[in-house]
């Protein structure tokens, strides 16, 4: 990991290390990036393996959504379908600690893992001139959650981004401390009316006064990182089709979704197959996972069986998802 430390002149953009840590997110790699609010693993989010890296060095034992980091509102709306709340809440909040949930455009190159699969996408522009121009300069959205081991604190250092991933990292960028300190606060803007997902570095009063009517949403603090997040909701995740786990035979009718070098019994007669990795190796799988679901659900089979995938790695946040949308539909 190599340390990238900016002071406040204004040289910075131009330096060879600039350069650097662009070639190194280009490259698919980790760079600890700081923001206004706290400091972002940061990644090529149009780019599979670079995020699911992302999941690799947090340990997160789930696929949670993650926020894309763009440089202006333009650059959103290639990602996103910005209704008329949309507009006014970026045009009143960006750049700074808003993040806008949106439908997700069938056009944006972000990727599915970046999005957990979902239709909606989360954009954020910040205040945080460092992530704004990194984006900008590698004309990449930037996938980045807190830069902190899941389940830890949230790091608003350089100094903590580089104790809980220092291994993972490329570059971490030092620019001092956050100064907004918490998330951002994030507000869908899927349904008629906007709501509050999670409160953060601006406060709901703000938001409504600027929209004119009350936002949905919970009135009290909540984490969308316990099970009950809207991103977390089974509902969410489930294919049409049926799933069938640890698969070890392929039935009539039935796609298969493969791994590793050993095909199950009748895997021929399968409507259609996609394997996710044919050397076995859990980050390229988690890159593929969700549009491997999306495709094979397309394929018109009733049930989707799976082969058995390892819970090493990346494995448990696969096997996670897998369960979930195999899990009892209400
Ligand atoms: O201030 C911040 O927002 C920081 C900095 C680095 O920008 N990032 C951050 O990311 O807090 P993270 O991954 O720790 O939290 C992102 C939250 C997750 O809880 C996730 O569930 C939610 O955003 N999220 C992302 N996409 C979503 C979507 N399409 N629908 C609903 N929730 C979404
Ligand atoms: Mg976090």
């Known amino acids: ?31 600890a990036v700081p923001t206004e609010t706290v400091y972002g693993l940061a990644a090529d989010a149009t780019n599979g393996i670079a995020c699911a890296r992302i999941f690799e060095a947090k340990g997160r034992p789930q696929f949670n959504p993650l ?15 910005f209704n008329e709340d949309a507009q006014t809440l970026a045009m009143a909040f960006w750049p700074g600690p808003l993040t806008l949930v949106v439908p997700k455009l069938p056009t944006s190159d972000i990727c599915d893992l970046a999005t957990a699969g979902l239709t909606t996408v989360a954009l954020r522009v910040p205040s945080g001139a460092i992530m704004r121009f990194l984006a900008r300069e590698t004309g990449r959205p930037l996938a980045a959650p807190s830069a902190n081991i899941s389940g830890r604190i949230s790091a608003t ?12 990292l490329s570059f971490v960028v030092d620019a001092g401390p956050c100064p907004v300190g918490i998330e951002s606060t994030i507000v869908s803007c899927v349904d008629a009316t906007p709501r509050l997902l999670r409160p953060g570095g601006i406060d709901r009063m703000q938001i409504e006064d600027v929209l004119g009517r009350k936002l949905q949403g919970p009135a009290a603090s909540s984490d969308l990182q316990k099970p009950d997040a809207p991103g977390m909701l089974t509902s969410h995740y489930a294919p049409t089709a049926r799933m069938r786990l640890r698969a070890l035979d392929v039935r009539a009718g039935e796609a298969l979704l493969s791994f590793g070098a050993t095909r199950p019994l009748g895997a021929e007669c399968a409507v259609k197959e996609i394997n996710l990795s044919a050397t076995g190796n859990v980050r390229e799988a988690a890159a593929r996972l969700f549009s491997a679901l999306r495709e094979l659900d397309t394929a018109g089979a009733r049930t989707i069986c799976v082969q058995d995938i390892p819970l090493t790695g990346l494995g448990e946040a696969i096997n996670d998802r897998l369960q979930r949308a195999a899990a009892p539909r209400p």
């Open 1 to 31: 990991m190599r340390r990238w430390t900016i002071d406040g002149g204004n040289d910075w953009q131009t330096s060879p290390t600039a350069v650097a840590v662009c070639s190194a997110l280009n490259a698919g790699k980790l760079v």
């Open 157 to 168: 250092s350089a100094e903590d981004a580089a104790a809980d991933l220092g291994p993972s």
């Open 67 to 81: 926020i894309s980091h763009v440089d202006s509102l333009k650059s959103a709306q290639l990602h996103g379908a």
